[in-house]
């Protein structure tokens, strides 16, 4: 394994005002930075999944609109600028790459390469792994937001971050890239 450059844990919280029923879930985010310049972001998921909708793991995919069922997201921009990219992934191994010149303004879409992600799941533990090559970030210091859009079964999409800056989910917002990284 390659060297540790910079490594951080934080547990992703529920937005407060979407209601918690009929989950019972915990998430832990990792995001471990190597000195070859790969980043991985890992998600720790425990509880009662057997409520969750957690897609298997197909193939590797390009594909839009993840956040309309469970995936893993990670936002990053630089320190003092308007512009971040976002990156999704799902279980199922589909993932997809955003870059925005400032909230919420879509840029043209980015080729960050085709990331190595390999998904757990059992009915009370999962645990999904994204392995991101070297360019894939903006370079420079960064500021990282991660989060991740639970489906319940049955209906219903439930929101984690490592902070929830606004009344109503929303993980564009700068307040919530918390993970600095130098």
Not at 31 to 56: A, W
Not at 80 to 98: K, M, R, T
Not at 153 to 172: E, I, M, N, S
């Amino acid at each position: 394994m390659d060297p540790i450059r910079a490594h951080w844990i934080a547990p992703l919280l529920p937005h407060p005002t979407v209601p918690a029923a009929p989950l019972s879930v915990s998430i832990e985010a990792t995001v471990t930075c190597f000195v070859t310049g790969v980043i991985e972001c890992r998600y720790d998921l425990s509880g009662t999944l057997d409520q969750c909708v957690m897609p298997s793991h197909s193939r590797t995919q390009r594909a839009d609109e993840l956040w309309r069922h469970t995936c893993f997201e990670a936002f990053v921009g630089r320190p003092g600028e308007l512009g971040y990219h976002e990156f999704n992934w799902s279980p199922s191994g589909a993932y997809a790459a955003y870059a925005f010149s400032d909230y919420r303004v879509r840029a043209e879409d980015i080729d960050a390469g085709v990331p190595l992600i390999t998904s757990e799941v059992s009915e009370s533990q999962a645990t999904v792994i994204v392995r991101l090559r070297s360019g894939t970030w903006p370079a420079g210091p960064l500021e990282l937001g991660l989060s991740a859009v639970i489906e319940a079964v049955g209906g219903g999409l439930h929101y984690f971050a490592v902070h929830h800056p606004l009344k109503r989910p929303d993980f564009h917002d700068r307040r919530g890239f918390l993970l600095r990284i130098a």
